[in-house]
């Protein structure tokens, strides 16, 4: 899923992706020692004759025309998430970025969503866990208006649980804020959301008075980066930190 995040009452709370994977090439489809080839005829493949002469066995061909489209895809998604995660590196997760930075986040977004293998993301157990808040255009939830010494400084993390429907927003230093919600999927991308506690300080409970809702738009999810988008337009992209932790109930 994405980024959520609405505000308590007298405070701020916040939701919220990192990603990078090794490409996989097959070093060999297909091999038969010569020897072996000659004992068994049974064991022998079509093959055709290239310009140079050499003979390629057909098993072969076909492997490699099934696996370079995919090992094509996989290193350009490879690389949108590199050019991603380069581009928000130095932006204090959306606080020190200009229109221009977002312009050139959305851009790359916007291509890596276009290759989501993941189309129904509310199915995907590649939504469970713990994500860790790297770039966001809601100045709500970083608190950019603010001097930085009065911004949440330390990270902001969102729990979610499919099982269940619950998430969870977890800030750190200095607040140490907290926000739970039920999630209601409106389709197998967007689902709404309602926040029904809060803690501040981690520790004095707060229950929500109805005005904390929202959606949000899942517009892409691998094992590793998350990206959303909310129903104010904001950009959410969050990091995979742990996929066993679980929302208390």
């Known amino acids: 899923m994405a980024f959520l995040h609405l505000s308590p009452p007298s405070s701020s709370s916040s939701f919220l992706l990192n990603s990078s994977i090794d490409s996989i090439y097959p070093k060999r489809l297909f091999h038969l020692s010569s020897n072996q080839h000659n004992r068994d005829a049974s064991l022998q493949l079509p093959s ?12 072969w061909r076909i492997g490699v025309s099934f696996f370079v489209p995919f090992l094509d895809r996989s290193s350009e998604i490879e690389s949108l998430k590199q050019q991603l995660l380069d581009a928000i590196a130095p932006l204090d997760r959306g606080a020190d970025a200009t229109p221009e930075d977002q312009q050139l986040v959305d851009q790359i977004a916007s291509k890596l969503e276009a290759k989501n293998k993941v189309k129904e ?29 009065l911004r949440p ?10 099982d269940t429907l619950r998430a969870q927003n977890i800030e750190t230093w200095p607040f140490f804020n907290q926000a739970t919600a039920n ?67």
Do not use: C, H
């Open 48 to 59: 055709y004759s290239s310009n140079q002469g050499s003979r390629i066995p057909a098993q």
């Open 121 to 149: 993301p509310l199915k995907s157990n590649l939504l469970n866990g713990k994500w860790e808040l790297l770039y966001t255009t809601s100045m709500s939830v970083i608190q950019s208006e603010r001097p930085k010494i």
């Open 153 to 162: 400084n330390g990270k902001i993390y969102q729990a979610i649980n499919l």
């Open 183 to 249: 999630l209601v999927p409106l389709n197998q991308r967007r689902v709404a959301v309602k926040f029904d506690s809060f803690k501040i300080a981690g520790v004095i409970p707060i229950k929500a008075r109805g005005s904390g809702r929202g959606q949000l738009e899942i517009t892409y999810l691998d094992e590793e980066l998350r990206i959303s988008r909310g129903n104010q337009g904001n950009l959410f992209i969050v990091g995979m930190v742990d996929p066993f932790y679980r929302v208390p109930v």
